[in-house]
């Protein structure tokens, strides 16, 4: 597709359920962000993949957060035992070669809700 | 701790009148800025950005301003259309000398634009 895509577009969850959000990002692009937006909040840094490198995970709120990247291509965002705390918008973006001042395009995000 | 802050949740404007938003930065190694727009169910797209070797960044109708010292940076919208209604979000990179695009973002600021 052209632009980054992300599903499912919603995802409403009972609290200790496990979750996988998905994201496939702009082809060719080797740089993967996930981000999540709180109500009220700004958007806060999750985990960030390039190429074959270790990723990024300094930004995940807790171990029940994991992040997996196959083959280069679509990124799976799995929150295991969610909690209501967890409920957001989870926004993936992707850009070209993962460099400091490169624009990033996002999807549109999963909107989670834990009940 | 927020260290990029948008003290405005909100804005209201008139159509054809000037949309100032504003930003403030608390860390001084933030050395490159960037606005993303954000139309609801859809992802923030980039708008402008600056480098803090600049005050200025003019791209037609949007500008933004860098006061280093004062760690504030603005975006004028002119004239403002109905169209430009959306979230801002205000975001800083460089801290801590990462080498890809981690963004840290502000809460966001919903401009309207009334015909």
């Known amino acids: 597709g052209a632009g980054v895509s992300q599903s499912p577009s919603n995802k409403v969850t009972e609290k200790g359920k496990d979750v996988e959000l998905r994201c496939d990002p702009i082809?060719?692009?080797?740089?993967l962000y996930w981000y999540r937006q709180s109500l009220g909040q700004g958007l806060e840094f999750l985990i960030y993949f390039q190429g074959n490198s270790a990723p990024d995970k300094s930004g995940l709120p807790s171990d029940r957060f994991s992040a997996e990247r196959t083959g280069g291509s679509v990124s799976t965002l799995t929150i295991q035992r969610t909690q209501q705390e967890d409920s957001a918008v989870y926004l993936c973006a992707s850009s070209l070669q993962g460099g400091a001042n490169e624009k990033l395009f996002f999807g549109s995000g999963t909107q989670l809700s834990v009940l | 701790d927020q260290q990029v802050k948008q003290n405005s949740p909100s804005l209201s404007v008139q159509e054809g009148r000037i949309s100032i938003l504003n930003c403030d930065y608390t860390?001084?190694?933030?050395?490159?800025f960037l606005w993303y727009k954000k139309y609801p169910a859809e992802g923030p797209t980039f708008l402008i950005s600056?480098?803090?070797?600049?005050d200025k960044n003019e791209d037609g109708r949007f500008t933004v301003f860098l006061n280093k010292s004062a760690k504030h940076l603005s975006l004028h919208i002119v004239p403002s259309q109905p169209g430009d209604s959306a979230v801002y979000f205000c975001?800083?990179?460089?801290?801590?000398?990462?080498?890809?695009?981690?963004?840290?973002f502000g809460q966001g600021t919903i401009l309207t634009v009334h015909p």
């Open positions: 600056i480098s803090s070797i600049k």
């Open positions: 860390n001084s190694m933030f050395d490159y």
């Open positions: 082809s060719g692009h080797t740089a």
């Open positions: 975001s800083s990179l460089g801290a801590g000398g990462t080498s890809y695009g981690k963004l840290t």
